[in-house]
């Protein structure tokens, strides 16, 4: 099977179970990799045919950005259906990550697999 991948799509979100961290928005950074068959879209050349990377990105955003989360956790389950279920991809893996989660870490992440 083919790979789709879309990473370090950055996105402003209000992210935590501390009251602070619904006061001002925290970055994430998400990382994707989507099964695809490719063939019929490199044969077609047309974007309907393929996996539309920009459409996922801007749709991944704005779900994030509707409403504050506590967890990440929710957050990589959340994508993981929208990647199933609208973009009718057949297997995603989504790995969420929160750099200022803890301050003497590089970033903390969650990373999930879910098929449809």
């Not at 050349?45 to 801007?58: F, I, M, N």
């Not at 750099?99 to 098929?115: G, L």
């Amino acid at each position: 099977m083919d790979k789709v991948f879309i990473e370090g799509l950055v996105v402003d979100a209000f992210i935590g179970v501390y009251d602070w961290e619904h006061e001002q928005t925290q970055p994430l950074i998400l990382d994707l990799e989507m099964d695809w068959d490719n063939r019929k879209a490199a044969l077609s050349e047309q974007l309907h045919d393929a996996l539309d990377y920009d459409a996922l990105s801007q749709a991944i955003i704005k779900l994030i950005q509707e409403r504050p989360r506590a967890l990440i956790e929710t957050v990589a389950e959340e994508i993981a259906t929208l990647v199933l279920e609208r973009f009718h991809a057949p297997r995603v893996r989504v790995k969420v990550s929160k750099p200022q989660a803890v301050a003497a870490a590089r970033q903390t992440a969650v990373e999930i697999i879910r098929q449809a």
